[in-house]
């Protein structure tokens, strides 16, 4: 079954311990991106990755980190959690730029206290 | 300024109505593209309709169709004959594209939708 897969789905953590939330696809796309959804605002992309060790900043980048050593793995970082992290995140996958169609994982919840 | 805005954050339609749900956006490139999500209470992002920028006719899929109305900068949604499934949130989104070949999704507020016997 194509899907993209998060862990963990739910986290609470406290201030400055890293923590890394784990994407995963097994459709083989080229395009990465993970986003955050606060109450209000919508989804804003964090970071997305174009291919494997090509990464860029999206529109609220600071306090994250990304990697994309495989096609099929894309880790979001926190490495000094704070409370303004505390956020749905979601990771998403297409099969190329165009983002024609984006498939999205199924969230992670993560508290920050 | 907001590239995406969705000016409804919440509406109703009985059940077996249609209801359009409002998009405006704002861009200065000529290639894009926008696209409507559903987010159901569970959670998960479900993508249900995608118009390119260059594409004459409105895009449709089964009850789903965008009103694209370009030199308005509006992509509406039109939802026929509403189900009580379809009670979501529903989010309008934009691709642009970056100068160095990246691509982002812009999206708005969303809007929450209820149907209603």
């Known amino acids: 079954e194509a899907q993209v897969t998060q862990n963990p789905r739910y986290l609470i953590t406290v201030t400055g311990k890293k923590l890394t939330v784990t994407c995963s696809q097994n459709?083989?796309?080229?395009?990465m991106s993970w986003y955050r959804q606060d109450p209000g605002l919508g989804l804003r992309q964090i970071y997305y990755s174009m291919n494997v060790e090509v990464t860029d900043k999206g529109d609220v980048p600071e306090g994250y980190k990304v990697s994309r050593k495989e096609k099929r793995n894309f880790p979001l970082i926190l490495e000094s959690p704070s409370p303004n992290q505390t956020s749905l995140y979601f990771c998403?996958?297409?099969?190329?730029?165009?983002?024609?169609?984006?498939?999205f994982g199924p969230g992670t919840r993560l508290t920050v206290l | 300024a907001q590239k995406i805005t969705q000016t409804q954050p919440g509406m109703f339609v009985q059940e077996k109505e249609a209801v359009t749900l409002d998009c405006t956006y704002d861009t200065s490139d000529q290639s894009y593209g926008l696209f409507w999500y559903k987010q159901p209470s569970s959670g998960e992002m479900i993508f249900l309709i995608y118009q390119g920028s260059y594409d004459e006719q409105n895009a449709t899929e089964g009850r789903y169709s965008l009103n694209f109305q370009k030199a308005r900068k509006s992509a509406n949604l039109v939802i026929s004959a509403s189900q009580l499934g379809d009670s979501a949130m529903y989010f309008c989104?934009?691709?642009?594209?970056?100068?160095?070949?990246?691509?982002?999704?812009?999206f708005g507020t969303g809007t929450q939708l209820k149907v209603e016997l």
């Open positions: 459709m083989n796309h080229e395009y």
């Open positions: 998403a996958s297409s099969v190329d730029y165009q983002l024609g169609t984006q498939y």
């Open positions: 989104a934009m691709r642009e594209s970056f100068t160095g070949g990246g691509n982002k999704l812009t």
